[in-house]
């Protein structure tokens, strides 16, 4: 951490900023610039208060030299992490397709769209029993029975599954779900990051709606923290001033995350665009700028589905997906095939 | 609803569209533009997914006539809801003031503190015993041993205590805090909300970062669809461009809140600003906006604050926001006193 | 456009309501929901403030029918616009590749980066005369020298060339520069844009950096007015709240101004980025998203360029990026040859 | 300027950073941390690309240690700058407020509502003739002809006019204009801001829309590196994803753009809320804020304006909102009446 001082700054003043700073058992290294005194610490500087350092009437301002998240860095582990879930693995160069209903409405729906997926190259399958919505009048998922009912899709087709978690108190409930997914609204609920950290199970975090890359780096850390390695980043989707779309993609999300951490990461572009014709296109881009997978709304009967039914496309729209994605895939970006890297 | 269907629609696919409807039990009344033709939905159009309709291929545009929130509205409500808290109330006329630290760190701080802040005038205790924070390395707060220790304050002084649940299975340890506080990064943890919906304590619901206010008073909606109309609701800045200040106050929000529900409306210049010098400005600003109180952060020593020190102010400090606010109270903005309210 | 009226409207008000739209020369087909009354009204309603409308005490809401735009709104106008520049053209099937400099530095360094980009396949030549630039200290380019100079190059190479107008003043310099470009801060810079309008020139437009489809399609609709019908679109990055990247690139803006507008689009990832090592994966999303098009900075020694030389990428890696689009381009999205198109 | 060196940095790239920063004139300072090497930076940094320094393979960030605004930057220019204008003077504790009609119209409606305006206490006029519209078929003003009429007010009333200019070429007709407004659109439009610093004229800049503090502050430096300190700072709204008002007032930018700057900052209620009324709320908690003055926009018949009605306030409403604010003022936050300051 470099901490720059003001002009000139009042010596009583300093020697109590170094007196408070070494009783954290930070070590001072001083250096004098021609206008501007810094400070570089050196030492365990996470007890810093790096908001309050910079408030000192002393301090022009503060920098921080390393990352804030240590596990989930790639400078730290330079190997791509390899998660292996079921019969498959996510990350390391698989391309992993998690499909699926938004919400899981019945067992024949399910298996009917578990069936149809698999069929196209589907490595997973996606369906949501808890679901977060902005109304306490809409659908909330069938819950309990909606988790029993995906198991079931699971037995019949060997996929494995991915489904939501909304609180601690479900989590007895996930022992034979594969994949544990936690939604972009509770991106910073860390309780359940915590929580999430001690259970070996593979975890998806999606991207919050405004949060940065680093802020999803440390929601990962947060589970990292806890002894749990399996951390799976999702895209999808982030708020901007745009309306023509729900949310905004943002691609460049998946070179960049991929320099920083060494965690796979997949696109949704269904939740990101909202709108099934888009799938298809920003399915394409996500394969083309390098991303590890992709997650994607199917169902039978868009029209009728419970929730989010605008941005599922049928079975038929997933198999013209896979096709155009499959083409995409042997050119894609792959940073390790770069000089640069 | 009004759907406004696109020119010359395909009349078979009408016939679906007004089919689906009808099986939904809504009533259609169509009316015929010179360029569009238009439908009219009445009946309870919560189950229908807007997404979905927007996205048929015959479908222009979809409007909604009422906001989605009914017990939080004004329209359905036209008196200001007051909240009694302890001997005090929020909302209503009443001007509330919390203050106290972002963390409990002894029993002899927060004692301190909550006899300093009383004797200025705050109406209530804030302090934090479990803390959100973005790095799993950070302080997390002293926990179950913190409410303790703020209960303690609330013995010694009478103020009725606020403190943040960062997740349901704390619940029990809430039986004695006046105020529930539910964070900005828990704003749309719904489990969580429809949780407090059934403890009928005072619910004190902090604006997400990125959330609009359509999207607060959904989330007060949560809390009020199981059966607790006791929701205060907390402007503590968003998310925008400017790096100046940690967040950005909007403090729109003040009037156009309390235009739009029932509910009273609190401002924390402290969050919203992360600088203890703008907490005066932004404190008399919110209260000539018209809000219904403050909450504040004071630590008697904020160079050794455990956390957000950078943004607590001494006691001192405090008693001089307290002036002016007093000094600015009788001239603040009332829309009861305006015409056209 | 739609007018929704609050329940029980006062009567005077909608009669004053009415006799003022019909001094407007609108025609009104009121019609009579179970709750609230609507008004829809036809004629020329580009003339009704809808904000003021909606700002009245009976008014609910107003919802607008018709985009806002029209001469650039591929409802009126199915076929995609195929612009000639030089001996190439943009849209309706070419890919266009644009390269070149930030800003012309000398005769050399022009004519040296244009032989190169051309010989690796770029179809126009880039380079900025003069130079927007946030500080007033800061290199503002070579202006008027810059243009004869880039012109020598064009001369040189054959490549059509692409430069920005910053004010109207300098519009009798463009006489033989090919396409003009309006910047992301001057794409609101309205008299400029009505000038352009009646150049006959290509314009290529740039989104700004926190506007919508929607306001870049009016800033195209702008230049459409006076008669002049050849826009290119450019989506170059937004702002938003991340900072590892200097702006986000907006894909899905790709696809969804190709359905909005029949004029060609396409995207520059350097300045998107603002990072070298990027520009390849955002080219290859870009192209497999179905862009008609790249505009990409090349500088023979980014470590020199007088600007922006941190995402200007070498010949040798855009002969690399232009391989790697080049083997995405059969596979990447093409509306027309999508079933829903 | 500090440049954090990665771990370890390859010898011979950094044998070439350092010999190309002395080619530039920089002194280099080297310090060794415990983990990192720093280089201290000092000479004129203003010619080194802190994007490209950042880019390099050995360079881990960059720092810069001065504001890239001098002239308008407190640090150099302690007291307050007071700008007279006509027989009023703005900042330095003077409370300047500007009021009129969006539009010029005609010169009843723009000596009437002078008048008016004049009675209530308004210390200059304000009135639209070039107007800035999304759309290129809404009203865009009277243009020349708007000019002479708000001229015929200033002569009628004596009040000092501001009013936009949208364009170089019609700076000739602002001759007699007493303060030139730049739209927020334009804030950006450097060539603008280049030959207002040649005016002497007192240049009021309204920040745009997704524009930080510190973008505003390099614009005045535009026009005060030409030799022009007569730079007005104008709050007036920020795009959020908040869709209730127009735009977010960012009142905090009151107290903080005042802490940077030397410059008097004012703040328009009218278009950042774009609702006639929550001028009134807005305008008390801006004065209470610390802000130099307002710009509120008035017009005898909102209802019939031809731009903008719907955030218009009546002559009655602005002296009820002139009353609020005079009350408020005598408590308003003054930082040169507080200790830290």
Chains 1, 2, 3, 4 share one sequence.
Not at 204 to 211: D, E
Not at 231 to 254: H, P, Q, Y
Not at 281 to 309: F, Q, S, W, Y
Request: aromatic share 4%; hydrophobic share 40%.
């Amino acid at each position: 951490m470099i901490v720059i001082l003001k002009k000139n700054p009042e010596e009583k003043q300093l020697q109590n900023l170094m007196a408070w700073l070494k009783s954290l058992n930070i070590t001072i290294h001083p250096s004098e610039g021609e206008t501007h005194k810094v400070l570089g610490l050196v030492g365990d500087t996470s007890v810093v208060d790096i908001d309050l350092l910079r408030a000192l009437d002393i301090v022009e301002d503060v920098k921080r030299v390393q990352e804030p998240y240590k596990n989930a860095n790639r400078k730290f582990h330079e190997q791509d992490t390899v998660i292996p879930v079921g019969q498959t693995t996510v990350g390391g160069g698989s391309f992993s397709v998690i499909a699926g209903p938004c919400s899981i409405e019945s067992e024949e729906q399910v298996c009917l769209i578990a069936t149809a997926v698999k069929a196209c190259g589907a490595t997973m399958l996606r369906g949501g029993a808890f679901k977060p919505r902005t109304s306490p009048y809409a659908f909330q998922g069938l819950r309990d029975r909606g988790l029993t009912l995906l198991l079931e899709a699971k037995k019949l087709t060997g996929l494995p599954v991915v489904t939501e978690i909304m609180d601690l108190s479900q989590l007895s409930l996930f022992d034979e779900v594969d994949v544990i997914q936690v939604g972009a609204r509770n991106m910073q609920n860390f309780e359940l990051l915590k929580e999430l950290g001690h259970t070996g199970k593979p975890i998806l975090i999606k991207r919050g709606l405004a949060n940065t890359l680093q802020e999803l780096l440390m929601s990962a850390e947060y589970v990292m923290a806890g002894g749990n390695d399996r951390v799976i980043l999702c895209e999808r989707g982030i708020r901007t001033f745009e309306t023509a779309t729900r949310n905004t993609l943002d691609l460049s999300a998946v070179p960049m995350l991929k320099r920083m951490s060494h965690l796979p990461v997949i696109v949704d572009p269904s939740h990101a665009t909202g709108l099934s014709w888009m799938v298809k296109p920003m399915a394409l881009a996500a394969t083309a700028a390098g991303a590890d997978g992709l997650m994607i709304e199917v169902h039978n009967d868009p029209k009728r589905a419970l929730c989010d039914g605008a941005q599922s496309i049928t079975p038929e729209a997933f198999r013209d997906v896979m096709r155009g994605v499959n083409a995409i895939l042997p050119h894609a970006y792959r940073p390790e095939k770069e000089a640069h890297a």
